[in-house]
């Protein structure tokens, strides 16, 4: 039913330019209480820990959404999703890559990954940056890319339709964070001859320098906005800091602030500043070259915040009020910050409650940049321009990830879950349950409301065998039959209260 060929939207662009330029933060790991703006109903304890003026500043001047997705819960599937404007279903892209034809999914007893797209994304269907390539856009990357495994063509961004690749490649986290170490892992500094995939590659004039590599790239990816308006092409800049991705290390520059907390959540701390400060910096560079008014800026992250592992404090509980966090099918794993500045189009200091997800993004800026996309690349993705205006409709977007993740924590199984207007169905392909969730009642998803709510779950299980049939999606495979798992029936209890209709 989400699915759909894009109309084209081409009337009606209330940005003064034509073409206006297209500018997407899309933070790593980044999660949804990783933040001073508030995305829950109140601010909460981690609103206060955490310092993003800048972050603030774009929320003020443009809207954000409390119920935003990204499109899974690890690294590579959301990045592709926003590239295609399809799911991680449909584009069999449903976990995290690395070395060319070797899956990455963890062992599990009791299953093992169908034979989904190892490679991740590969030329050779419709991807965003292209598209605005062709209607005279340049197109630019800085930062993390984790498209495509090493030695493939997916690797590099410009194989993907960037004009400019800044510091992208293969590998989803960099050696070192800091450029004394030349961004590279503890391995290869001990003899900088040596490499390694996590080195951080085109960064070399910052080598040996007091700098951290999220303002490297923030440098980099300004001087490449200050040259597209001098040459006066419109831009769209993907800009995609490596942060806050492990190896959590400490930008010094912004210590003194999270003096007290646990060394390991002050070193977060610190990252969240640097891509803030970056983000900052993002956005004085578009005053300063006046084109604010002809710039849309999208800021959202690739996944929930990691929670499971390397973090200091209690394990689970960093984005709460939400669940668990980076890998999981709960909210912690794919609720993250969004937020749109489009100028007349985005109401400023708005609050939506739509849900949106990354893959939206796609026919949002095709549309915005009036620029068609191949009558028969069938999509996910919705304009979220309508939500923008005020115009809600419900919608179900699926989350599907058949794999089994490095850590483990709460809802950190192979799954598939949809979210449909509040409530979530979570399927577990494991042990094969489902649980159902209130997300308006209940955001934290602490009472499982699948025996009280029958006919809801039979609803929600048609639900969602439809959007799994639609989407094309794999299941996981159970080891002992060799076929994908079923979706089992629902068995009513004879007892029903009744009470939550
Ligand atoms: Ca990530």
Redesign the pocket.
């Known amino acids: 039913m989400l699915s759909a060929v894009i109309l084209l939207t081409t009337l009606f662009l209330n940005t003064s330019a034509e073409q206006p330029n297209v500018v997407i933060v899309l933070v790593?790991?980044l999660g949804w209480q990783d933040t001073s703006v508030p995305f829950h109903d109140e601010r909460t304890p981690f609103n206060d820990r955490y310092h993003t003026p800048n972050m603030e500043r774009l929320a003020r001047e443009g809207a954000l959404f409390t119920d935003g997705y990204a499109s899974a819960p690890?690294?590579t599937p959301?990045r592709a999703s926003l590239l295609t404007g399809r799911s991680p279903a449909r584009n069999r892209i449903t976990y995290w890559t690395f070395d060319r034809n070797t899956d990455t999914t963890r062992q599990n007893p009791v299953l093992e990954a169908p034979a989904w797209n190892v490679n991740g994304l590969q030329p050779g269907v419709p991807l965003l940056p292209e598209l605005l390539r062709s209607e005279g856009y340049r197109t630019i990357h800085a930062g993390k890319a984790h498209w495509g495994a090493h030695d493939t063509a997916g690797s590099d961004p410009r194989a993907l339709g960037f004009d400019v690749n800044i510091a992208g490649h293969a590998s989803?986290a960099p050696g070192s964070y800091l450029g004394t170490h030349r961004f590279m892992n503890s391995k290869s500094r001990e003899d900088f001859s040596r490499t390694s995939k996590w080195d951080v590659p085109g960064l070399e004039p910052f080598h040996d320098r007091e700098i951290y590599l999220t303002e490297a790239l923030q440098q980099r990816a300004v001087e490449a906005i200050d040259r597209a308006c001098s040459d006066d092409v419109p831009f769209f800049l993907h800009f995609a800091p490596y942060a806050v991705?492990t190896p959590i290390m400490a930008n010094v520059r912004h210590l003194d602030r999270y003096d007290g907390l646990h060394p390991r959540e002050a070193a977060y701390a610190t990252m969240i500043e640097s891509v803030d400060v970056a983000l900052g910096g993002i956005l004085d560079a578009l005053d300063r070259n006046e084109i604010t008014k002809d710039t849309i800026v999208f800021f959202t992250?690739?996944?929930g915040g990691l929670s499971a592992h390397a973090r200091g404090g209690t394990a689970h509980r960093h984005n709460a009020p939400l669940r668990s966090g980076?890998g999981s099918a709960y909210e912690g794993g794919v609720r993250v910050p969004w937020i749109v500045r489009w100028p007349g189009v985005a109401e400023p200091g708005a609050r939506h409650e739509d849900v949106v997800v990354t893959q939206d993004l796609f026919p949002t800026i095709l549309s915005a940049a009036s620029v068609e996309s191949p009558r028969h690349h069938f999509i996910d993705g919705v304009d979220i321009r309508p939500m923008l205006k005020g115009d809600s409709s419900e919608r179900t977007v699926l989350f599907h990830q058949p794999h089994t993740w490095g850590a483990s924590g709460p809802g950190i199984e192979p799954f598939s879950a949809i979210r449909s207007g509040s409530w979530k169905l979570i399927f577990f392909h494991g042990d094969l349950r489902f649980e159902l969730y209130d997300l308006d009642s209940d955001p934290g998803e602490t009472t499982d409301l699948a025996s009280r709510e029958p006919e809801r779950l039979e609803r929600m299980r048609a639900r969602l065998q439809q959007e799994l049939r639609s989407q094309q999606a794999q299941l996981s495979i159970d080891r002992s039959s060799g076929l994908p798992v079923v979706l089992p029936a629902i068995i009513r209890s004879e007892t029903h209260s009744g009470d939550d209709s």
């Open positions: 790593d790991d690890v690294c959301t989803g991705h992250s690739d996944n980076k």
